[in-house]
Structure formats: structure tokens, C-alpha cells
């Protein structure tokens, strides 16, 4: 029983990624999509900081003249810090990407820019990526 | 000079000779034409330069760079490597006096593009016939299909591209798919590629694991034409009939069987076949190949590609003795790569002299041009009846030792095989020429040329002719000198067992 | 009687007076989390973000121009290259000076000055980088239409 | 100086990355960049050589010790990737990064230049580094760079690669950091020699398995094994060509080595073939993967897209190699990888000049451009051949060991399919060759050019190198083979 429930913390982290992970594959809006991975990448998060913790432990500052003072393991909360810095810059571009989509496409729900991805394939066979088209790039794209 | 450098020599000639073509191209035909008479001689004249050693029975050797452990690019000159080299540097002499004719009066594009082509075809074939191993053997197997393919396809209709198709087609997937893994299987079960006397495979493989290994390589040649994978030879007719002539009964098939043959002489070893009889079903498949193939060649109306299917049969004769796995058998296939070469490029350049001549392709619109062309039509008789294997003619020699061969090993009923198919070359071969000066002339003559100037008077430019005469009288002489070509042969089967 | 046409955040007197005396604390408290960064919890990346947080209030209240009057577009782009130039230029001093990269400990004769003064100089680096960046990121999306190219 | 070389090799281009935003001139940076490539080419050099001939170096970051501080650790098997990855980098930044189909304004061309550079020194990093954590990170940066350069290609569709590409990127990044945690939590240790010592004592628990599925699972996305290629076509068909050329030469080849390191140092090969059988899924897996990734690029009718589905069966065949778990079979997947960054790129760099003058990489307008861009269309042949794998190109050398290695496990059924799945590349490139040799060109097209100089040599170099190398392969297969008895030696 304390074998399952014990591990409790562990069963919120697997249930907030798997929220995020749903949230991912589930949702048409891109900013959502989004979100949905940084509820993911928290969860991971987390799970350092609970493996960091030790019962009754403080922070890893040792007072003056203090021995054998029982603190968490900092290493962690150091990666984490990296982590995090990963997930901002992840974020801040994925969004990026989100404005210019909205630009270029007029909209940000997947199924409808795959639609017109469709129409376009249909209209000429694919050549987005090559010959530039009004409707292909928005206004301040084209090469000057 | 030394035979190692000659060896290397007369592979780099051809290149060369390619390069310089290139370099000219279509600004200066004739100086073109002139590099490519002037590298075929010179070629010829280094392979002959290697010929006294190895009559000698000495084996020169080259090596050129290892390209992984144990896979050395190198070569070395035997017996049947010679005789193959032989057959097509001094062949290929004659072929382009033929094909300069040809193309001229042919009036074909891309011409340059063309000899360049035929001299690395040339100097991949050389390669074949001086590889030391397998891995030698199969990288030049590989340059030589690839070199070739834009020969085939040289009209650039759509009827080419589809041939071109089918002939890489099958080329390719039967080298790669069959032959590479027989090798790579080769190379890890006997731990060496090198081609030795008595074979390699000896004691190292067995079982089913040995019919299938000799069905990888002989499926995996897909050169030597062996049914089912001999539809790319009527498809590759389509290209310019020098390159029928020379390449499509010449090198390009000759390296086919020539690789079934080294296989069976130097990789498993004629002991091992016989003793295990794993080469009992080959026979089969062979003897099957030559019937239908003749028995598809005597419906076939149009000239080049009766002679296609009646190549494919006698490819199969060779593969037979390879089959047979007694040393005629062997002797005698190796006897007729040269006989066949020589009987079947007459043939060829014949056909191509009559399209040229009279811009006829189907043998039912030929009645009567025996008496206006009546050198090629000479050359035509000598041709067929070598191929037919009538004395006095080369072709006899060859088809006698492989009848030795079958009666060595006792397989009767492969003699009674040989012997039918010889009549049935006489009724595909035979038409023709009678056609040609018993028959009347027929004057509505409806001929399938698509090439607008037809001149009403048929005619026998001599670069059309020289060459078939030729070759016609070389089948004579070698009914003559046959004894010195088997002398040569003969240690390939001496040691037996190594 | 309601004004129809929309306010702006400036002209919102609560705003603009809470946000005028919350600013200075907040640039102040980045500071603090920068230069305690190595006797307690804190350093430059924190005290970046914290920093920048600062300058992005002023600029959602008093508008995109207003703001970048204060720290100018350009300034931002060199600044986030310069920090981390910093903190790689720290770490090749070392080299230079025969230690490991990012070995401060030879910066001073007593190896724990010199990881005092390198710590610092890291920092000081990071917190540069991360300001100039979280301001970048702000410019990039408040700016998106105004100026070509914009993110990514 | 030279102990410093490890961290030189990460150091320089990650701090040219930030000179770059600092010079801006387009001109200046180009220059700068292109030198700061050939630099850490000449550092990679090096390494290879002193680690050849003295054996594994070892760097200590900051000089803190092992499991505390970071070690960068640069072994025979790494120190050949890091040649590859640079070689790459110093063929494709002259060719004229983005000057192919990038939709970036000349005046912000720089910020291509300074991502790309982060995008070589991430790649070095995951590959010279030796501590688990510093990998995600590597890793991360990688990607985000590559998810820009992507990005920055025409076309909106490329927004849209992009985006899926991150996606799926992050998820695997974040799969892979909580494979390492898992790790950690279990040795207490990231660095990957204790690891590799301590892993052993924990195996029995579930805790492994566990770690390791996640280890996978993201690797696979980031190798882009099928099933989880998803994001591959896309991002290299409407990423710059240049960029194509470079991912698809390095990006997914990184992933590989930290497969191989995960799967053979790490875990040991023992723990990972013997108990939990992972060749029983992999072999299967590459093998659909070589025939689904073939038969999808033959129905293409773009040509980057063609080359993109032709990687995914290519990672099969290196998928391949490494699931034999034999010496010829590592080797024929690190040779692979090796070949395939080779042909590949000079392929993309191919689509890279037809770009530049006919602005389409569709087939059909390709048609007769073997007249009107002979020397280009030249490359584009032999590149083709030695994706076919025929002899005398390298990818002869790599199809060799694979099938040595399924004929030594008497494997003959994989070997029979190698050789097929290698037919399938003949068919997808002869396709290319007749519309481009056979074909009329369009009418009314205006006429083409040759492509220029700057642009025709670095394609050249990388064409010429996959028949240099397939028939000298000291360089490639030596070396492969060392780095293969070294990993499945299981030594770190």
C-alpha cells in the first residue's frame, strides 16, 4: 500500500504529463499545442525536484560553525535551471512560429492550415517551397 | 613491354580513347573516328603483347589498390581471361571500322556520345577478363552494365527508354540481388575471393546451402541470359547494331557466360560439382534455355532479334558445359565463347549492312537481296553455318568438344539436346539466305525504316561489308588453328582438384 | 456618462502610479538576486528575468516606443551576444592563463578569490544575456508587423 | 594549447555565434563564419589524430573531477563523427548558406549564419561530451537551431514544418531528460563512465527499463526511426537547401552515435540485446523502415521530399547494422553513417544549385536539365549510383558490411532484403535520371544556366569524396571498425 501510495508525487508527475502529452496530440490550436508541451516539460521538472528532496532536509547552505546539517541534493534544481532556460527558449520560439503562421495562414487551428496546404497542393502541385506565391508568403517575406 | 604493364595498359587504352573522343566530340568527326581506329589498334596490340606468356603458361598479375580487407581490386591474366580479352579487343578492331560506316550512313545522333560509351564498355569488359577475383570480376561487371545503358537507350524514343528499362532492370537486379550476395556469402564462407585452380568452395559448404549459392551466381549473371532473365537481350536490340553486334553477341553476354564459367572452374571447382551433382539442375535450366529460345528465334520475323534469341540458346551452350562440369564440357564452352563471338558478330553485321544497304529489318521483305548484296550474303552463309557448327567451320570445334564434354560426364540426353538444337539453328538461320537468292524480289517493298531517305538500289557500302568478310573468313581460320586455342585452354582443367 | 473611445494603460492613473513605484523595487530586488547570487540563492539568470520583468511592465504600461526609448532595440540584440561573450571570454581567460576552461581558480593567487571573481564575471554575463534576451523575445512579439523580419 | 582542443571544438562556434550578431555586415560574417567552420574542421583533425595514435583524452570542464564536474571525453568512435560533422559544416557555409530558396531578407542574414553555428557547436557537443545531462542539452540546442534554420525556409509551409518539428523534437528531448533522470536517480551519478560502471549493480529493477524505453523512445524520434519520422519529410523539404544538405548529413548521424553510446557503453550490450532483446524490435523496424522509406520516395514527385524519405530508409539501414550487435555490423552502420552524409549532402547541395537557377526542385521541372546543367546533373548521377550502392561509390563499402555481417549471423533472409530494399533506389533514381536526360525541357522556359563556380566546387567536393572513399576507405571503414570494436567493447 505505502508501496503505491507512498510514491504519490510520482503518480501527480505522471499525471501532469500525461495531460500535457493529451493536451499535445489532442488539441487543433497551436498555442494550445503549446502549452500543452510546457505542462509536459514541467512535469519532467518536477520529478528532478522530488528526487532532489531529502526528508527534512534545507538548503544546501551550510551555516557558520553548523555540522552535519542534513540538506537536499542541489545538483537537480542545477540541471533544472537549465531545463527551464531549454523550455523558455522552446517556448518563446514555438510561439514565434505560432504569430507567423497566424500571418501566413490567417488562422492558427492545424486542421484548417492543413486544409489549405491540401487546396494548395491541388492548385500547383507543391511548390511552396520553391517558387514563391502571393498567397505563400506574407508581405514582408519576400526577399527584398 | 612487360605483361603486367600491358595489362594495365590495354585497360586504361580504352579510357583514354574515351576521354579523347570526348574531347574532340562532334566538331571534328573524322578525327574522332580516327582516335577511336587508332585506340582499338593499340589496344589489340597491348592484349597481344600478354599473349606468348600465358601461352607459355605463366600468369601475369597486376595489383591495383585494396579497396577493404581482403577485397583487392587486382588482376591476373589465365587461360580463359585471354581468350575472352582476345575475342574482344580484336573484335572491337573490326566493330568500329563497321561502326563508323554504320552511324555515317545511318545518319544517328549523338554519335559521340556513342564511341565514347563503346570504349569504356571495352575497357570494363578487358577488366572482366583480367579480374583476379570475384570483387575485380563483379565491379567491372557493374561499369560494364551502367556504361552500356546509354547505348541502348542512344535513340532516346520512347521504344529505347522502354528497353533501356528493361535492361537495367534486369541487369541490375539480378547482379545485385543475386550475384553480390553469392559473393558477400562467398567471401564469409570460404574467406577469400581470389580465384584459385580446383575452386575455393571445396569442403566449405554443402547441402542446400550449395545449390543455392550456385544458383545466386548462376541467376546473378544475368549477362549470360539464362531463361528467366534473358528478356533484356531482345530488348537491348533496339540500340544501333554495332553495339548488337559487338556488345549484345560479343562482350557484354561473352562476360556473362565467361563469369558463370570462372565461377564454376575457379570458385566451386569442377570436382566439387561433379562429385555433389549440384549442378545437375543448371543443365536442365540450360538445356531448356537453348530449345525455347530457338524454338522463339524461328517465329520471330525481324532479323536482329531472331539472331537475339538465337544468342540466348547458344549462351546456354556454354553454361551447359560449365553445367557439365567434365573438363571438355569446360574446354568446350571456353572454345565457344570465341567460335560463337566470331560466327554471331558476322551475322549481326550483316543485319545492320542490310539495313544500311536496303533499309530492310524484317526477314519477310528480303526476298531476292541475296544477288544484289552477294558479299554480305556470302559472309551471312559462312556465319550461320559456324553457328550451326558445320566443318569447315570454327563453330564445329567447339560444339564437337562440348558433345566430348556431355559424353564424358554421361549425360545423353544433353548430346541429343546439342544435336536438335543445331537443326533448329538451321531452320532459323537457314530462311534467311535462301530467302535471299532463290526468292524473287518482291517490288512492293514495305520496310519499317524510319529514316525518310531510302535509296531504291540496294548497295554494299564497303565499311559495311569489309568488316563481316572479315570476320566470316576469321571463322574459317579458327576451324584451322582450333588446336592452338584448345592447347591454351587446356591447363584451366589440367590440375584437377589443385 | 462613460467615455466611449477605450483608455490606454498609461491613462490609467492606477497603473501608471503603482507600476512608477513598483518599478524601481523590481529593478532594485534583480540587482539584490544578482550580486547575493554567491553567498545565497539567486545569480544572474534569475536576476535577468527579474531585471527585464521591470523594463517589460514599464513598456505593456507606457507603450513600445516609450520603452525603447529607455533600452533601445539595437542595445538589446548586442547585449545578449555580448553576455555570453563574457562568459566564454571568462572561461578562454583560464585557458590563457593554463587552467582548465571555466577554471577560475587561477584568476587570483588564492584559487578562492579567483573563483569569487570568475563567478562573479560568469554571472554578470549571464544576467546580461538573459535581460537582453527576455527583452528581445517582448520586442519580437510586440513589435510583430512594425518592423520586417521580426522573430524566429 | 592543444589539451584545450576538446573544449576548443565546442567553444569557438558557439561564441562566433554571438561575434556574428555582433559584425552583422552579411559580407564580414560569411567570411568569419566560413573560417570559424575550417577552424573547428582542423580541430576535429587533430583530436581524430592524437586519439589514434594515444589513445582516449579525457577534459575535465572547470577543472572539477568526475561525477561533479562536466568531462568532455573524446574517443576514436566520437572524434570520427566530430570529423564528419565539421567537414560537412566547412563544405556547405562557402556553398552560400540560404542563398537557395531561404526566405531571409539580405540585412538579417547574419542571424541564419550565427544559428547554424550554434547548430555545429550543439552537434559537437553531444557528441564530444561525456555526461549524460550535458547531452539533453546539447541536444536541445541542436534542435532549436535546426527548428529556426527550418524555419527560415520559403513558403509557409515551411512555418508548419518548423512547428511539427519542434513539437515532436521537444517531446523526444524531454523523453531523453527523463530517461537521464531516472538514471541518476538510480547511480546518483550523470557521468557516463560511472554510469556504465554502476549500472550493472542496479539492472534487476523495473527502474532501468524504464529509463531505457524513454532513453529510446526519444532517440528514435530524434534519429527519426520509422515509425517516428513523421517530422523528417517535411522539415527537409521546405527547410533552405543548404540547411536540408547539412541536417540530413549530420543531425540525425549525432543521434546515432548517442544510440550506439547508450546502447553498447552505457547499458552494455549484454543487458540490451540479451535480456531485453532489442534487436527483435529494432531489426524489424529498420527493415520497414528501408522498404517504406524506399517505396514512399518513389511515388514523390519533389525531389527534396524524394531525398528526405530516401534518409528515413537509409537510418534504417544504420538502425540495421547496430541491431546485429556484431563487429561488421556496427561498423557497416558507422561506415553508413559516415557514406551517407557524404552522398546525401551532395544530393541536397545538388537541389541546392537547380534551386538557385530553376527556383523548383519538382521533377517534372527538372525535365532535360542534364543538357542545360551538365556538370550539376553529373553529380546528381553519381551521387545517385552510390545510393544505389553500386561498386566503386561508397555506398558499395557500407552495403558490404551489412550484408557480411546478416550472412555471418546466417541472417540470410535480412541480407536477401538489404540487397532488394537497394533496388528500390535505383528505381526512385533512375526516375530523376531519365526526366533529366530523356526528357524534353519544357517549352517556353527560359533558358537555364550552369550553376556558378562557389556553388558547383563544395557539391563536387561531397560527390567526389563518395568515390574517393569507396575506394580508398582507410579513413572511413579503418577507423568505423576501430570505433566499433571500441563501443562494443562497452569501454566508455
New interface residues.
Given amino acids: 500500500m505505502t508501496g503505491l501510495l507512498g510514491l504519490w508525487h510520482y503518480w501527480m508527475i505522471i499525471a501532469l504529463m500525461m495531460v500535457g502529452l493529451y493536451i499535445v496530440i489532442a488539441r487543433d490550436n497551436l498555442v494550445k499545442k503549446i502549452m500543452g508541451l510546457n505542462i509536459f516539460q514541467t512535469s519532467v521538472i518536477l520529478f528532478y525536484v522530488a528526487l532532489a528532496k531529502v526528508e527534512g532536509g534545507t538548503a544546501p547552505i551550510i551555516p557558520e560553525g553548523a555540522e552535519h546539517v542534513v540538506y537536499s541534493n542541489p545538483l537537480p534544481h542545477v540541471l533544472m535551471l537549465t531545463a527551464i532556460v531549454v523550455g523558455v527558449a522552446t517556448t518563446a520560439l514555438g510561439l514565434a512560429l505560432c504569430v507567423r503562421i497566424q500571418e501566413a495562414y490567417g488562422s492558427n487551428e492545424e486542421d484548417e492550415i492543413v486544409r489549405m496546404d491540401v487546396e494548395g497542393l491541388a492548385r500547383r502541385g507543391d511548390r511552396a517551397e520553391s517558387a514563391p506565391h502571393a498567397d505563400d508568403v506574407p508581405p514582408e517575406e519576400v526577399p527584398a | 613491354m612487360t605483361p603486367e604493364f600491358a595489362i594495365g595498359l590495354s585497360v586504361l587504352l580504352p579510357v583514354v580513347g574515351m576521354l579523347g573522343v570526348l574531347l574532340i566530340g562532334e566538331r571534328n568527326p573524322d578525327a574522332r573516328e580516327g582516335v577511336t581506329l587508332v585506340t582499338t589498334v593499340l589496344t589489340l596490340g597491348t592484349v597481344l603483347q600478354i599473349l606468348p606468356g600465358v601461352q607459355a603458361g605463366e600468369q601475369p598479375g597486376l595489383e591495383v589498390?585494396e579497396?577493404?580487407p581482403g577485397?583487392v581490386?587486382a588482376f591476373e591474366v589465365e587461360p580463359l581471361g585471354m581468350l575472352f580479352a582476345l575475342v574482344a579487343s580484336g573484335l572491337w578492331v573490326v566493330t568500329s571500322l563497321y561502326a563508323i560506316g554504320y552511324m555515317r550512313g545511318h545518319h544517328e545522333i549523338n554519335q559521340t556520345r556513342f564511341f565514347a560509351c563503346f570504349a569504356a564498355a571495352i575497357s570494363a569488359a578487358l577488366g572482366i577478363a583480367y579480374a583476379r577475383n570475384l570483387?575485380t570480376l563483379?565491379?567491372f561487371y557493374?561499369?560494364l552494365t551502367?556504361s552500356t545503358f546509354p547505348l541502348v537507350?542512344h535513340a532516346?524514343t520512347e521504344k529505347a527508354?522502354k528497353a533501356g528499362?528493361t535492361y537495367?532492370?534486369i541487369l541490375?537486379?539480378t547482379s545485385?540481388?543475386f550475384l553480390?550476395?553469392g559473393i558477400?556469402?562467398t567471401?564469409?564462407v570460404a574467406g577469400t575471393l581470389e580465384f584459385a585452380k580446383g575452386g575455393i568452395l571445396a569442403g566449405k559448404i554443402s547441402g542446400w546451402r550449395l545449390y543455392v549459392l550456385l544458383g545466386l551466381f548462376a541467376f546473378g549473371t544475368g549477362k549470360a541470359a539464362l531463361m528467366p532473365f534473358h528478356r533484356w537481350l531482345p530488348a537491348a536490340m533496339v540500340a544501333p547494331t554495332p553495339v548488337s553486334a559487338l556488345l549484345h553477341a560479343v562482350a557484354v553476354v561473352k562476360a556473362g557466360v565467361f563469369t558463370v564459367l570462372k565461377v564454376v572452374v575457379y570458385v566451386f571447382g569442377i570436382d566439387l560439382l561433379a562429385d555433389t551433382g549440384a549442378s545437375q539442375w543448371l543443365m536442365a535450366v540450360a538445356a531448356f534455355t537453348i530449345l525455347s529460345s530457338s524454338l522463339v528465334a524461328l517465329t520471330k520475323d525481324n532479323l536482329k532479334a531472331r539472331l537475339a534469341y538465337s544468342t540466348i540458346g547458344q549462351l546456354s551452350y556454354i553454361v551447359l558445359g560449365a553445367a557439365m562440369a567434365t573438363s571438355a564440357g569446360v574446354l568446350g564452352g571456353g572454345m565457344h565463347i570465341a567460335m560463337h563471338a566470331v560466327g554471331k558478330i558476322t551475322l549481326f553485321f550483316v543485319a545492320g549492312a542490310i539495313m544500311v544497304g536496303a533499309h530492310k529489318s524484317e526477314i519477310s521483305t528480303m526476298d531476292g537481296l541475296g544477288r544484289r548484296m552477294p558479299w554480305t550474303y556470302s559472309a551471312y552463309l559462312i556465319g550461320s553455318l559456324s553457328i550451326i557448327g558445320l566443318p569447315p567451320l570454327g563453330g564445329s570445334w567447339s560444339k564437337w568438344t562440348l558433345l566430348m564434354g556431355a559424353a564424358e560426364g554421361e549425360h545423353w540426353i544433353y548430346m541429343v539436346v546439342l544435336l536438335i538444337s543445331s537443326l533448329l539453328a538451321i531452320g532459323y538461320l537457314m530462311p534467311v539466305f535462301v530467302r535471299g537468292f532463290f526468292l524473287p524480289e518482291k517490288h512492293d517493298d514495305h520496310h519499317d525504316d524510319h529514316h525518310g531517305d531510302h535509296h531504291a538500289e540496294p548497295h554494299e557500302p564497303l565499311l559495311c561489308v569489309l568488316p563481316p568478310v572479315l570476320t566470316a573468313v576469321g571463322c574459317v581460320l579458327l576451324f584451322v588453328y582450333a588446336e592452338n586455342l584448345y592447347d591454351m585452354l587446356a591447363p584451366i582443367v589440367a590440375v584437377k582438384g589443385g | 456618462m462613460i467615455d466611449p473611445t477605450p483608455m490606454r494603460m498609461r491613462d490609467k492613473i492606477v497603473l501608471r502610479v503603482v507600476s512608477k513605484l513598483l518599478i524601481p523595487f523590481i529593478l532594485l530586488f534583480g540587482l539584490y538576486v544578482q550580486f547575493h547570487g554567491d553567498f545565497g540563492p539567486g545569480g544572474g539568470f534569475q536576476a535577468g528575468v527579474i531585471f527585464a520583468a521591470g523594463f517589460i511592465l514599464y513598456g505593456l504600461i507606457f507603450g513600445l516606443d516609450e520603452v525603447e526609448t529607455v533600452v533601445p532595440h539595437r542595445f538589446v540584440e548586442i547585449g545578449s551576444a555580448l553576455g555570453v561573450l563574457i562568459y566564454g571570454g571568462v572561461g578562454v581567460v583560464n585557458m590563457m592563463l593554463g587552467a582548465n576552461f571555466l577554471d577560475y581558480s587561477v584568476l587570483a593567487h588564492d584559487p578562492a578569490h579567483g573563483r569569487h571573481y570568475g563567478i562573479l564575471a560568469i554571472e554578470a554575463g549571464v544576467g546580461l544575456t538573459v535581460f537582453a534576451t527576455m527583452m528581445l523575445i517582448f520586442y519580437a512579439f510586440a513589435d510583430r508587423g512594425r518592423r520586417p523580419g521580426g522573430a524566429a | 594549447m592543444t589539451e584545450h582542443l576538446p573544449a576548443l571544438q565546442v567553444v569557438v562556434p558557439m561564441l562566433a555565434a554571438p561575434v556574428c550578431v555582433l559584425l552583422r555586415r552579411t559580407q564580414a560574417v560569411k567570411v568569419f563564419a566560413v573560417l570559424v567552420a575550417w577552424s573547428t574542421l582542423a580541430i576535429a583533425g587533430t583530436l581524430l589524430a592524437t586519439v589514434l595514435d594515444s589513445g582516449t583524452i579525457s577534459y575535465k570542464m572547470g577543472g572539477w573531477a568526475a561525477p561533479a564536474g562536466i568531462e568532455y571525453r573524446v574517443t576514436i568512435a566520437n572524434a570520427y563523427i566530430l570529423v564528419l560533422v565539421t567537414s560537412v559544416a566547412s563544405v556547405v557555409l562557402p556553398f552560400g548558406l540560404g542563398s537557395a530558396g531561404s526566405s531571409v531578407p539580405q540585412d538579417r542574414k547574419y542571424l541564419l549564419f550565427a544559428a547554424f553555428l550554434l547548430c555545429i557547436s550543439g552537434l559537437l557537443g553531444i557528441t564530444i561530451t561525456g555526461d549524460a545531462f550535458n547531452v539533453f542539452v546539447f541536444l536541445e540546442v541542436t534542435s532549436l537551431s535546426s527548428y529556426a534554420l527550418v524555419s527560415m525556409g520559403h513558403g509557409r509551409r515551411a512555418l508548419m514544418a518548423a512547428y511539427s518539428y519542434l513539437i515532436l523534437g521537444t517531446i523526444g528531448g524531454t523523453f531523453i531528460l527523463l530517461g537521464v533522470g531516472l538514471m541518476y536517480q538510480m547511480t546518483g551519478t550523470l557521468n557516463v563512465v560511472d554510469l556504465s560502471e554502476r549500472l550493472p549493480e542496479v539492472m534487476a529493477s523495473r527502474t532501468m527499463i524504464v529509463a531505457f524505453g524513454f532513453m529510446m523512445v526519444g532517440l528514435f524520434i530524434k534519429l527519426a526511426v520509422f515509425p517516428l519520422h513523421q517530422w523528417l519529410p517535411n522539415a527537409y523539404t521546405y527547410a533552405p537547401s543548404t540547411v536540408s544538405a547539412f541536417l540530413a548529413a549530420t543531425a540525425t548521424k549525432v543521434s546515432y552515435y548517442v544510440l550506439a553510446r547508450v546502447v553498447f557503453t552505457i547499458f552494455g550490450a549484454a543487458y540490451v540485446f540479451g535480456e531485453l532483446g532489442l534487436d527483435r524490435i529494432l531489426i524489424p523496424l529498420s527493415l520497414a523502415a528501408m522498404f517504406g522509406g524506399s517505396v514512399a520516395a518513389i511515388y514523390q514527385t519533389n525531389v527534396k521530399r524524394l531525398l528526405a524519405y530516401s534518409s528515413i530508409a537509409q537510418i534504417g539501414y544504420m538502425t540495421l547494422g547496430l541491431s546485429f550487435n556484431s563487429l561488421d555490423g556496427l561498423t557497416g552502420g558507422l561506415v553508413h553513417l559516415f557514406n551517407h552524409a557524404m552522398m546525401k549532402g551532395g544530393l541536397f547541395l545538388v537541389v541546392a544549385c537547380v534551386t538557385y537557377r530553376l527556383n523548383s526542385s519538382m521533377v517534372d521541372d527538372w525535365r532535360g536539365l542534364g543538357r542545360r546543367m551538365p556538370i550539376t546533373m553529373a553529380a546528381f548521377v553519381v551521387g545517385g549510383?552510390s545510393l544505389?550502392?553500386?561498386?566503386?561509390t561508397v555506398g558499395f563499402?557500407s552495403?558490404?558490411y551489412l550484408?557480411?555481417a546478416a550472412?555471418?549471423q546466417d541472417k540470410l533472409v535480412v541480407?536477401?532484403a538489404i540487397?532488394?530494399s537497394?533496388?528500390l533506389a535505383?528505381v526512385y533514381v533512375?526516375k530523376i535520371i531519365?526526366t533529366v536526360y530523356?526528357k524534353a525541357p519544357p517549352e517556353g522556359g527560359d533558358p537555364v544556366a550552369e550553376a556558378p563556380m562557389s556553388m558547383l566546387i563544395p557539391t563536387w567536393i561531397l560527390i567526389g569524396a563518395t568515390i574517393y572513399f569507396?575506394?580508398?576507405?582507410a579513413l572511413t571503414?579503418g577507423v568505423a571498425s576501430k570505433a566499433a570494436a571500441l563501443l562494443l567493447s562497452g569501454v566508455p
Avoid: C, D
Fill in positions: 589498390l579497396v577493404l577485397l581490386l570483387f563483379f565491379v557493374e561499369i551502367f537507350t532516346g527508354k528499362r537495367l532492370g541490375v537486379f545485385v540481388v553480390m550476395f558477400v556469402w567471401a564469409n | 549510383l544505389i550502392g553500386v561498386p566503386t563499402v552495403k558490404w550484408v557480411s550472412v555471418q541480407a536477401g540487397l532488394l537497394s533496388l535505383v533512375w531519365e530523356f569507396g575506394l580508398h576507405t571503414a
